[in-house]
């Protein structure tokens, strides 16, 4: 079973910025995509931003400038750097990891617990 373990959320004024971090809990054979979705109180869960093998990434419109997602292969770890924090930025943040987790396997989806994030004003 594969677990991902999410930290740096927290609260922060208005401008501020926050780097998240979400690692894989075991060895894995192979990754293809890698981001992170958020889900505001009442609202669905969006894409935040994504990465995939190549290093090709993907923001939503609202990121766009402000957040950048990077990604560490070798240490099967995915980051996320947020400036200039908006309070419409709060929200509880997922990692997820498409991955195999051996030769064999088939291509799964692995998400984290969350991380909240809170901006103030």
């Known amino acids: 079973q594969v677990q991902l373990v999410e930290s740096g959320g927290g609260f922060v004024q208005a401008g501020g910025s926050l780097r998240l971090s979400c690692a894989a809990s075991?060895?894995?054979?192979?990754?293809?995509?890698m981001g992170w979705y958020r889900q505001a109180p009442g609202k669905q869960r969006d894409l935040v931003a994504t990465?995939?093998?190549?290093?090709?990434?993907n923001y939503a419109d609202s990121v766009k400038g402000r957040f950048t997602v990077t990604r560490d292969n070798a240490k099967n770890t995915v980051y996320l750097q947020m400036n200039s924090l908006k309070p419409e930025d709060t929200a509880l943040y997922f990692c997820?990891?498409?991955?195999?987790?051996?030769?064999?396997?088939?291509?799964?989806?692995?998400w984290g617990q969350g991380t909240q994030v809170t901006v103030s004003s």
């Open positions: 075991r060895s894995l054979f192979s990754i293809a995509a």
């Open positions: 990465i995939d093998s190549s290093g090709h990434t």
């Open positions: 997820y990891i498409n991955a195999k987790t051996t030769y064999g396997s088939y291509w799964a989806n692995y």
